[in-house]
């Protein structure tokens, strides 16, 4: 049936296996890559959380809070926290500068809002919310600030503290989306 093994022919075996080992080099190559790819997509979901926020540290008095959590992409519901643009005007800057820092206040009044005046009570849809003052603490007049309907995308902002240069002022007004930064969420 079989030929008979001869001398000259080695015995008839599997061919052998080859046994795949890592190498510690590849090894450390491909993980080196994968920490890289993580790094990379870390780094990217790192510079897209960036981009919607931010901290805001607040450095007067017209609020109880001095740090906050700013998302730019939310939109400000009654009663939220936003970060805003100041306008350049000359009691803005003497106060606080060429270049002020953004601005904080809570959303008092929403688009649609009516506000009204009665003597130096500023109104929203007929509850107080502000007073006026005629004067800075440094002497300069203050304006007041719009009245009637609040429009689209615009907010009256403000604070309790009485000193507050928020919308009950013509130097601040309503604030609109243009200038507003983000909504904030007090952290400290």
Avoid at 47 to 63: F, V
Avoid at 143 to 163: F, K, M, N, Q, W
Wanted: charged share 20%; hydrophobic share 40%; aromatic share 10%.
């Amino acid at each position: 049936m079989f030929p008979p093994e001869t001398p000259s022919m080695p015995p008839a075996t599997d061919p052998p296996v080859p046994v795949l080992r890592p190498k510690h080099g590849n090894l450390a190559r491909w993980l080196a890559i994968g920490a890289l790819g993580a790094g990379i997509a870390a780094s990217s979901a790192l510079s897209a959380w960036r981009d919607e926020h931010a901290i805001l540290i607040n450095t007067t008095q017209s609020l109880p809070n001095w740090a906050f959590f700013i998302d730019k992409a939310r939109v400000p519901a009654r009663g939220d926290f936003v970060v805003f643009t100041p306008p350049v005007t000359p009691i803005i800057t003497a106060h606080f500068g060429q270049k002020s820092a953004p601005f904080a206040k809570r959303v008092y009044g929403m688009p649609g809002d009516f506000v009204t005046r009665e003597g130096n009570a500023v109104l929203i849809n007929g509850a107080e919310v502000a007073r006026l003052k005629p004067f800075t603490r440094r002497g300069e007049v203050l304006v007041p600030g719009p009245i009637g309907r609040i429009p689209e995308h615009c907010y009256y902002l403000g604070t309790a503290h009485s000193d507050g240069l928020d919308s009950r002022y013509a130097d601040i007004g309503f604030v609109c989306q243009p200038r507003i930064i983000g909504t904030g969420d007090a952290i400290l």
